[in-house]
């Protein structure tokens, strides 16, 4: 499986920059979007040529799209701008199919939990607990949950020793009942 931290070669940059996407964005959010295509469909390279497969993604990802998006994207903006209360309205319902951003999930993943089943489990109850409710900032929500989930399972093992279940008979002082 992919790593999070593989990195393109230049040459690959190159030729996805050629394509119309900026090197810079190549680099960083389309890099962490591949990846995490990666893991979600569990590809397993066989030759660990990921530069090819990233190409091909690119190119997959890029051929029409990008051709729309540029003629598209300007008139459509011109014609209804988006105000700031739309972004947000339309933005903030939790719905059934809603993703962590990338930048979010690398966050997670490197900092918070680096359990990606665990990840995915919760990702499931997540949405299903907010389905339908609104909130300014689910990427913050989702560390949050991620954050107090995943502190008490690495904590459940600390409590599986019996000498942690038995804690009031430790600290308690019997030795005043001997002989009685």
């Avoid at 994207?73 to 951003?101: C, F, G, H, R």
């Avoid at 299903?128 to 300014?136: E, I, L």
Wanted: aromatic share 12%.
């Amino acid at each position: 499986m992919i790593n999070y931290n593989w990195q393109p070669s230049a040459r690959v940059v190159s030729a996805i920059s050629a394509m119309g996407m900026q090197e810079y964005t190549v680099k960083t959010d389309f890099r962490r979007e591949f990846i995490l295509y990666c893991q979600q469909q569990e590809l397993r390279n066989q030759h660990g040529d990921w530069d090819q497969l990233f190409l091909d993604y690119a190119k997959q990802r890029l051929q029409v799209p990008a051709a729309k998006a540029t003629t598209a994207a300007p008139a459509k903006q011109a014609l209804q701008p988006y105000t700031p209360n739309a972004v947000v309205e339309s933005s903030n319902i939790m719905s059934d199919d809603w993703q962590p951003s990338a930048n979010m999930l690398e966050y997670i993943t490197a900092m918070v939990c680096p359990n990606l089943d665990y990840i995915n489990a919760q990702l499931i109850s997540f949405t299903s607990h907010y389905h339908g409710k609104s909130h300014p900032n689910w990427d913050q929500q989702f560390k949050k949950w991620i954050n107090q989930g995943w502190n008490v399972y690495q904590n459940k093992n600390s409590f599986k020793d019996a000498s942690n279940k038995d804690f009031v008979k430790q600290h308690t002082d019997t030795s005043w009942s001997d002989g009685l």
